[in-house]
């Protein structure tokens, strides 16, 4: 073979393994990384974990009438939010004319309702009242519908005097089951927080969703609000509830002050598949911290980092 010919040849051939090597080398390194979120290619183990805020955060500037609900909606875009929590407590009014209003706002800013939430206690030792208290879960139902959203926290409530756990958690049952009922025939869930009170156990808030049974029915897992015990810390409680929970409410330290481990807590939820809003509910102010108009930016940007680094989405 003449040798001019041969080196073209050559050059020819090394040209292509170079091309191939390099689009070998893509490829292993676009590839998931074994542990990492996107490793598994199920969608039942991918994690979707969405940055959120509760109006609750801002509550003191809304009660003052130094915000309205419109000017935060438009702070959780400054602040690139996923979704905002609508907390009952501040709503000027509920108005069909202006939740529709407050629905189209929100799709104009491209900000999604995670939930809303009201505060309407189920421990009642009195039938008639847990009647009424039913009455009013429903109420908030038709109100969260009307804003478009699909989640209403609720509460169990605290025990009442002369009432024993057993027959409150009964009570709470009875309520939610009901009120899961009404809720399901709109396709929106209810959120049981695991609050101060009756369900401030994993323990607790398991036994209500075993008994409900009803995929409307799940846990607002707020991660502040455990108490331990001999045998689960509040991280193993917020692991054994995550199955179950539907809207998170975030906050960097328990209700003892104690600092949170907050990406211990995000690859719990990862580890789980979980998806959902991971909304920052500051109270910071309340504890001597600083006001709302600085802790909440510098909250919803752990959390904002904390989904980037364990969500797919």
Not at 238 to 254: K, L, N, Q
Request: glycine content about 8%.
């Amino acid at each position: 073979m003449p040798r001019n010919i041969a080196r073209r040849q050559f050059l020819k051939t090394a040209a292509a393994t170079a091309v191939a090597g390099a689009a070998l080398s893509t490829q292993l390194n676009a590839a998931p990384q074994a542990g990492s979120p996107s490793a598994s290619a199920d969608p039942a183990q991918m994690p979707r974990l969405f940055a959120g805020c509760c109006a609750y955060s801002y509550r003191s500037l809304l009660t003052k009438g130094q915000m309205t609900y419109e000017q935060f909606i438009q702070k959780a875009v400054e602040l690139r939010l996923d979704g905002v929590d609508m907390t009952a407590y501040y709503f000027k009014s509920t108005d069909p004319a202006y939740l529709a209003h407050l629905r189209w706002f929100a799709y104009k800013n491209a900000m999604p309702f995670s939930g809303s939430a009201c505060g309407s206690s189920m421990v009642q030792a009195d039938a008639a009242k847990r009647a009424q208290v039913l009455g009013e879960i429903r109420k908030w139902v038709d109100v969260t519908d009307q804003l478009g959203a699909s989640h209403l926290r609720v509460f169990a409530g605290k025990l009442p005097q002369g009432a024993n756990l057993k027959e409150a958690t009964g009570w709470v049952v009875d309520t939610l089951k009901a009120a899961s009922d009404y809720s399901g025939k709109k396709g929106i869930v209810l959120g049981l927080e695991d609050h101060s009170g009756v369900s401030q156990s994993a323990d607790v808030c398991l036994e209500i969703m075993h008994r409900v049974d009803s995929p409307y029915a799940r846990i607002n897992l707020d991660i502040t609000h455990f108490i331990p015990t001999p045998t689960q810390d509040a991280y193993a409680q917020i692991a054994a509830c995550i199955p179950y929970a539907s809207v998170s409410h975030i906050r960097d330290r328990f209700d003892d002050g104690t600092p949170i481990d907050m990406d211990r807590v995000w690859k719990l939820y990862a580890d789980a598949g979980h998806k959902g809003y991971m909304s920052v509910e500051y109270e910071g102010d309340v504890h001597g911290g600083v006001p709302a108009e600085i802790g909440v930016p510098r909250l919803v940007a752990k959390v904002r980092e904390l989904c980037k680094k364990y969500s797919t989405a």
